[in-house]
T-cell receptor, first 116, second 111 residues
Framework: GAVVSQHPSWVICKSGTSVKIECRSL??????MFWYRQFPKQSLMLMAT?????????EQGVEKDKFLINHASLTLSTLTVTSAHPEDSSFYIC????????????FGPGTRLTVL | GENVEQHPSTLSVQEGDSAVIKCTYS??????FPWYKQELGKRPQLIID?????GEKKDQRIAVTLNKTAKHFSLHITETQPEDSAVYFC??????????FGAGTILRVKS
């Protein structure tokens, strides 16, 4: 199957700082990538759809100025959590669909963010 | 938008028994229904999926059924083993579009 990587796998930061998370499709091109957030013992909640070469589409209730998404190439999308606070501590997972033939989505390994 | 409901939230079965998890969806345009297994701290792993043009799909001990009219789909695991213990999520989407996940089911297989 297709491979999606994420970096870093975990990060601890101080409140008020910004953190960048990278999502890469290693062996296929992805014009679209999805960013999810998962709090402990909860489901995956879609935050935004990252579109190569254009603006991301954010889900209702997700602050676009706080969660900056850049999809600068067909293999890389980045999520920057700006001015992070403890309530942003979560498991962030990206996914990318393989466009042929069935659009199956492949998930990255996730990034555990802890904001102190 | 799409809404996916999943039941039960927890399920305990004896090793060797069957487990069934059910999901309903709201968007009649959804046409792709994957099931994921997630272990603690890991990414979701696709275990089986079904498209709207079929009613049932089976892969060894795992099967999924889809009722488009009723807008519900179910995961069936037979001959459960301790290593099947995990959190299972259903999801629904239109092909290539965003996945909407159910709330998850914690499956415990007791040996």
């Amino acid at each position: 199957g297709a491979v999606v990587s994420q970096h870093p796998s975990w990060v601890i930061c101080k409140s008020g700082t910004s953190v960048k998370i990278e999502c890469r499709s290693l062996d296929f091109q992805a014009t679209t990538m999805f960013w999810y957030r998962q709090f402990p013992k909860q489901s995956l909640m879609l935050m935004a759809t990252s579109n190569e070469g254009s603006k991301a589409t954010y889900e209702q209730g997700v602050e676009k100025d706080k969660f900056l998404i850049n999809h600068a190439s067909l293999t890389l999308s980045t999520l920057t959590v700006t001015s992070a606070h403890p309530e942003d501590s979560s498991f962030y997972i990206c996914s990318a669909p393989v466009e042929s033939p069935y659009n199956e989505q492949f998930f990255g390994p996730g990034t555990r963010l802890t904001v102190l | 938008g799409e809404n996916v409901e999943q039941h039960p939230s927890t399920l305990s079965v004896q090793e060797g028994d069957s487990a069934v998890i059910k999901c309903t969806y709201s968007d009649s345009a959804s046409n792709y229904f994957p099931w994921y297994k997630q272990e603690l701290g890991k990414r979701p792993q696709l275990i089986i999926d079904i498209r709207s043009n079929v009613g049932e799909k089976k892969d060894q001990r795992i099967a999924v059924t889809l009722n488009k009219t009723a807008k519900h789909f179910s995961l069936h695991i037979t001959e459960t083993q301790p290593e099947d213990s995990a959190v299972y999520f259903c999801a629904a989407s239109r092909w290539g579009n965003k996945l909407v996940f159910g709330a998850g089911t914690i499956l415990r297989v007791k040996s």
